[in-house]
């Protein structure tokens, strides 16, 4: 258990819905990534906060959104979701958001959009 | 040209095997590399992480980073059937925490 967590574990839903996947990081961790997993792209980043700022973008779509709360968990907002946004959702956190810290993954979100 | 490549697999050997699993990069500006392992229907998880070039050795796991030729490369010693998993090498690029290679898919036959 990576002290990573994720809500739903598995969501359903139909195109051109809107659904919010939720993280809370490990206790004392400041900041937050967002990753998709596919079987085609393999896992690619989509974002990542620190202590609630904004710090680095990846492949994020436009229809996607994100933001940290004070208490540091986050939510990852996808909206007009279309059959190809099916994949799983990971959440990962660390210490600082350093480039030589240890990411913790969380267990996932298996999004299917029918 | 990706940033890092990796051949899915899958990879399938009799247990105790000695196992090798590879990536290349592209950019030799890239100090740090990782090697995450990840069960069907979990998160990764962190297995090695080594710094620049040359071997790091931890239990039956070695992973190595050949700077020259961009080619980094995992060793399974003694494999086990609990090492069955997919396996993914990372390394962070410019703005981007980690990149990711598509990952190997390792079967351990008992």
């Known amino acids: 258990d990576s002290g990573v967590t994720q809500t739903p574990k598995h969501l359903i839903t139909a195109t051109g819905q809107r659904v919010t996947l939720r993280c809370s990081p490990r206790?004392?961790?400041?900041?937050v990534y967002w990753y998709q997993q596919s079987l085609d792209q393999g896992l690619q980043f989509l974002i990542q906060?620190?202590?609630?700022?904004?710090?680095a973008k990846g492949n994020i779509l436009e229809r996607f959104s994100a933001q940290q709360f004070p208490d540091l968990h986050s939510e990852l907002n996808l909206s007009s979701l279309e059959l190809g946004d099916s994949a799983l959702y990971f959440c990962?956190?660390?210490?600082?958001?350093?480039?030589?810290?240890?990411?913790?993954f969380g267990p996932g979100t298996r999004l299917l959009v029918l | 040209q990706k940033e890092v490549e990796q051949d899915p697999g899958p990879l399938s050997v009799p247990e105790g095997a000695i196992v090798s699993l590879n990536c290349t990069y592209s950019?030799?500006?890239?100090?740090?590399f990782m090697w995450y392992r990840q069960y069907s229907r979990k998160g990764p998880e962190l297995l090695m992480y080594?710094?620049?070039?040359g071997n790091k050795e931890d239990g039956r796991f070695t992973a190595q980073v050949d700077k020259s030729s961009k080619y980094i490369s995992l060793f399974i010693r003694d494999s086990q059937p609990s090492d069955s998993a997919t396996y993914l090498c990372?390394?962070?690029?410019?703005?981007?925490?980690?990149?990711f290679g598509k990952g190997t898919r390792l079967s351990v036959i008992a």
């Open positions: 990962a956190s660390s210490a600082r958001g350093l480039a030589d810290e240890t990411q913790y």
């Open positions: 906060y620190y202590n609630g700022e904004e710090r």
């Open positions: 080594t710094y620049s070039s």
């Open positions: 206790s004392g961790d400041l900041s």
């Open positions: 950019n030799s500006a890239f100090q740090y």
């Open positions: 990372a390394t962070p690029s410019g703005n981007t925490p980690l990149v």
